[in-house]
């Protein structure tokens, strides 16, 4: 069994920073991209990072200059440093990955629970 765990949530000021963690555990083949969600009250799901597992990275209009996202292969964690937060940044965040875990070698969507972030004006 695959699971993604995220950490790091928390209550913070705007203007803030937090950093979120996720690690891949169980018995994974490989994993490709991995990248991070995340959903309002009242919204939608929406992306707001994800990286490659050659390290590229591409982000959302509303995280660009201000959130990074990084990964490490050999830990199976991916990262999302998040600086200058906002009231509008506050959602429940959660982690995604492409993981192949069987023997046919078919990359499958993998879920977090969730992190809550919370910022507050």
């Known amino acids: 069994q695959v699971r993604l765990v995220e950490s790091g949530g928390d209550l913070v000021q705007a203007g803030g920073s937090l950093r979120l963690s996720c690690v891949a555990s169980g018995t994974i083949l490989e994993i490709n991209d991995m990248g991070w969600y995340r959903r309002a009250p009242g919204k939608q799901r929406e992306l707001v990072a994800y990286?490659?597992?050659?390290?590229?990275?591409n982000l959302a209009d509303s995280a660009k200059g201000r959130f990074t996202i990084s990964r490490d292969n050999a830990k199976k964690m991916v990262y999302l440093q998040m600086n200058s937060l906002t009231p509008e940044d506050t959602a429940v965040y959660y982690c995604?990955?492409?993981?192949?875990?069987?023997?046919?070698?078919?990359?499958?969507?993998?879920w977090g629970q969730g992190t809550q972030v919370t910022v507050t004006s």
């Open positions: 995604n990955a492409q993981i192949a875990w069987s023997h046919d070698w078919q990359f499958r969507d993998c």
């Open positions: 990286i490659s597992s050659g390290g590229n990275a």
